[in-house]
């Protein structure tokens, strides 16, 4: 009798083992919005999914002709702004659980949009854009007599638009001030007295110049020394300071020069120097990280 309560209990707890392993292999992980098969999809459309305490999750996409892009999010939804318009996604997520394994969700489908805005397509700055200069001309398609409002925002919600003008025709060249250097920016157009904005373009603005000449941390041959430093899209002149300070509170000379290369001379012997460059004549230009070099 004993033998056969000892069999009994062995599989009562067989069971209960098997119910609770399956149980937690269960893998309920799944797409929430926007749901399978959407068509008219924006470029600043919100992904989500079920939240299964996941550490990060990564949002995989794969467009059938600019193939895949993702971005890795902490929390369970993120918002894309890197979709091209009329073309067919599939995606997923990847779940990366706190104990190292991953979960998987099945995949969707959907297809982007094309011009929110009627007849109207953004051409400059192109979608996703780089080395962008700060006073950029900005340009769509439409009628050259109509009325456009052109906007620009640091972020693809435009929660946080920084410029907004209407425009006579289908062009504008932003002003001086508004843009920085080595900035992302989003912007959209929507005929004058409506909400029917195109598609969103992101783009990123210029660097500062990349510093050539001295080498950094170099000794120079004599206290005369020759500077370089590499172009920047639309900049037209560069200032150069000069300092023995890392943090440039006292600065030993700052000049402008109209080309790419400077010589400056009797500077202080067995000194450590800083330098650095920027474009000129708008403040909104960023100068480079400083380089060190060191004379005779």
């Given at each position: 009798m004993n033998m056969i309560r000892y069999g009994a209990l062995c599989l009562l707890v067989l069971c209960l083992t098997t119910f609770t392993s399956c149980k937690k292999t269960t893998n309920s992980f799944a797409l929430v919005s926007p749901a399978s098969n959407t068509t008219n999809v924006t470029n600043s459309q919100t992904f989500s999914c079920t939240n299964n305490g996941a550490l990060t999750y990564t949002f995989v996409f794969n467009g059938s002709i600019h193939g895949y892009q993702s971005t890795t999010a902490s929390v369970n939804n993120t918002t894309v702004t890197f979709l091209y318009p009329n073309e067919t996604y599939t995606w997923n997520v990847i779940a990366n659980m706190p104990d190292g394994s991953t979960q998987t969700s099945p995949t969707w489908s959907f297809t982007t949009s094309g011009n929110a805005g009627g007849a109207i397509t953004l051409q400059q700055p192109a979608y996703n854009a780089t080395g962008v200069c700060t006073t950029p001309t900005f340009s769509w398609t439409g009628s050259s007599t109509a009325s456009y409002l052109l906007v620009i925002a640091t972020d693809a919600s435009f929660a946080n638009s920084i410029y907004n003008t209407n425009v006579t025709g289908t062009s504008f060249t932003i002003p001086s001030g508004i843009l920085g250097s080595h900035n992302g920016y989003y912007w959209r157009v929507a005929p004058a007295g409506t909400t029917d904005y195109s598609d969103t373009y992101g783009f990123t603005t210029v660097n500062p110049p990349s510093m050539l000449s001295p080498m950094d941390n170099s000794t120079t041959s004599s206290t005369n020394v020759s500077f370089s430093w590499a172009p920047?899209?639309?900049?037209?002149?560069?200032?150069?300071?000069?300092?023995?300070?890392?943090?440039?509170?006292?600065?030993?000379?700052?000049?402008?020069?109209?080309?790419?290369?400077?010589?400056?001379?009797?500077?202080?012997?067995?000194?450590?120097?800083?330098?650095?460059?920027?474009?000129?004549?708008?403040?909104?230009?960023?100068?480079?990280?400083?380089?060190?070099?060191?004379?005779?």
């Open positions: 920047v899209l639309c900049a037209t002149a560069y200032t150069i300071q000069l300092s023995k300070y890392s943090d440039f509170h006292n600065v030993a000379t700052e000049q402008t020069f109209s080309t790419t290369s400077c010589t400056l001379t009797q500077l202080s012997s067995a000194s450590t120097y800083y330098w650095r460059v920027k474009v000129a004549g708008d403040p909104y230009y960023s100068y480079t990280l400083y380089g060190v070099f060191m004379t005779p």
